[in-house]
T-cell receptor, first 115, second 109 residues
Framework: ETGVTQTPRHLVMGMTNKKSLKCEQH?????MYWYKQSAKKPLELMFV???????ENNSVPSRFSPECPNSSHLFLHLHTLQPEDSALYLC??????????????FGAGSRLTVL | GQNIDQPTEMTATEGAIVQINCTYQ??????LFWYQQHAGEAPTFLSY??LDGLEEKGRFSSFLSRSKGYSYLLLKELQMKDSASYLC??????????WGAGTKLIIKP
């Protein structure tokens, strides 16, 4: 496989459930990202990992917990979510986390619905 | 605060030309990106501008004026497959990407 792959593509969960989103990249990139995309709103950066170390956490609620076991895999663990957390969660990777010309390669996203 | 403005939605006709504008106010500037996102798909990179002027890539061109905090994406010879959202993003002085809300482009036959 090539590019950035996200699973599952669609997820419906109750507010008391625990689930995880998975992201995998086969591009040899050093940085990986989680973004939240809501309708008609700008992309919201949630977490950044560079060389497997978390370098940014943009005041994301603790009900979202990232994990980066190696440079190719990224997880987003979800627990006790709220209905307002329903959104498209995009994973991305890039060669270099700190560069003006830092081109992101995105996955197709995981569409999350919280009931 | 930092802000990127772009129109919410635009409509154009197949075969025509459309210009999507993006204005920005950011803490510093290290480049401007345009991404294309088809419904239900991943955003994909279209262009990167860091110097003033026009960059052309086939049917797509991107323009930047740093003094005006302004960019546009020009799409020529529109095709139905160009129906998508177009996202403008700016890298600030801390190399943080600031995103616009995107412009949904509808192409009509």
């Amino acid at each position: 496989e090539t590019g950035v792959t996200q699973t599952p593509r669609h997820l419906v969960m109750g507010m008391t459930n625990k689930k995880s989103l998975k992201c995998e990249q086969h591009l040899g990139h050093n940085a990986m990202y989680w973004y939240k995309q809501s309708a008609k709103k700008p992309l919201e950066l949630m977490f950044v990992y560079s060389l497997e170390e978390r370098v940014e956490n943009n005041s994301v609620p603790s009900r979202f917990s990232p994990e980066c076991p190696n440079s190719s895999h990224l997880f987003l663990h979800l627990h006790t979510l709220q209905p307002e957390d329903s959104a498209l969660y995009l994973c991305a990777s890039s060669q270099d986390g700190e560069s003006g010309a830092n081109v992101l390669t995105f996955g197709a996203g995981s569409r999350l619905t919280v009931l | 605060g930092q802000n990127i403005d772009q129109p919410t939605e635009m409509t154009a006709t197949e075969g025509a030309i459309v210009q999507i504008n993006c204005t920005y106010q950011t803490s510093g500037f290290n480049g401007l990106f345009w991404y294309q996102q088809h419904a239900g798909e991943a955003p994909t990179f279209l262009s990167y501008n860091v110097l003033d002027g026009l960059e052309e890539k086939g049917r797509f061109s991107s323009f930047l004026s740093r003094s005006k905090g302004y960019s546009y994406l020009l799409l020529k010879e529109l095709q139905m497959k160009d129906s998508a959202s177009y996202l403008c993003a700016v890298t600030d002085s801390n190399y943080q990407l600031i995103w616009g809300a995107g412009t949904k482009l509808i192409i009509k036959p």
